[in-house]
């Protein structure tokens, strides 16, 4: 069962809901947004946790006297006491998670949702209702949503969860309150994973890097499959894309069949071609230079492509870069995207063919 304690790095996030439970005053919708992987659903869990636990209420949901019993400082659950226990067993009867079904939330499990919490909670001060991937919802849910958000029984509390909240209606996202989630350092998840998992520093590393900073998502790894992950990733930039045509509208097709895919490969561009700028910042760059750099384990290859484009070149790649990133959430199309992308890689190869600052230059 989460604790907040256990919710590493998302300090900000944590400090809103316990201010929450202290003074016992909640919003009617709640927003968690952050990558997947950063830790929103085990925050939800650790604040539902909290707010239903038997240390502070009895079990008509009424709050204890504080004086009888204050609320350990900060508000941790207890994690032993019956609504604890019933949490941990994923049976509490006030608390409810709306998912997908299939690719989307639809507009039925919507409405049964709504038709359940016009009931008053039977154990807990709140009914809490998750719906997570707020942002699977299809637009016929997110109205009737919106509907409830307009007009929420006193009692409860919707906590919508996104990794892509820019994708709601406008009108939902103004009525939730809003908690961000935070990537960690690369350096900080590192040397996380090093003490939890007993992973080397450079295997720590890489898997701090393939999950962007998310500390659950870098859990979910395993070395040999990040490893993997990370030779099929590093095709976005090897000479065998840019050099074959073919091979290059492949990897593009490969990188962009969704959201997701293209979101990743463009991450990965940004943060291989930002290594690139590194290397030329560099008055003395050398394998003991490793540690300035995301792609350490790739010092080879990054010299190389140190030497075929200039800082000026990968800063103007750098902002193509991001103009997709930024238009993401507009209809645009993926694959094409990022063939355009790949093809300006593309042609700066051919016009600068490689020189390789090797050690003996320096
Ligand atoms: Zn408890």
Redesign the pocket.
Known sequence: MPFFRDIIGQDQGVRILRAFLEREQYPSALLFSGGAGIGKRTTAHAFA?AL????FHDANGKAKNAIEKPRENPIE?????????KMIDHNHPDFSIVEPDGNTIKVDQIRAMEEKIIFKPLEGPRKIILIDPADKMNIAAANSLLKTLEEPPSHAMIILIASRPASLPETILSRCQKVYFYPLSQARLQSILMEKKGWTSEEALLLATLSDGRLGEALSMEVESAKALEKERYTLVSEETLNHHETLFEVATQFSHDKDALEKALSYLMGWFRDVLVFHSLRHPGENCASQFVFSWRYQELSQWAGRMSPEAVWTFLEDVHKIQMAQNRNINKTLSLETLLLQLREKVIARPVMVRSLSEK
């Open positions: 946790e239903f636990c038997r240390a659950p207890c994690g032993a006491c019956l609504s604890c226990r």
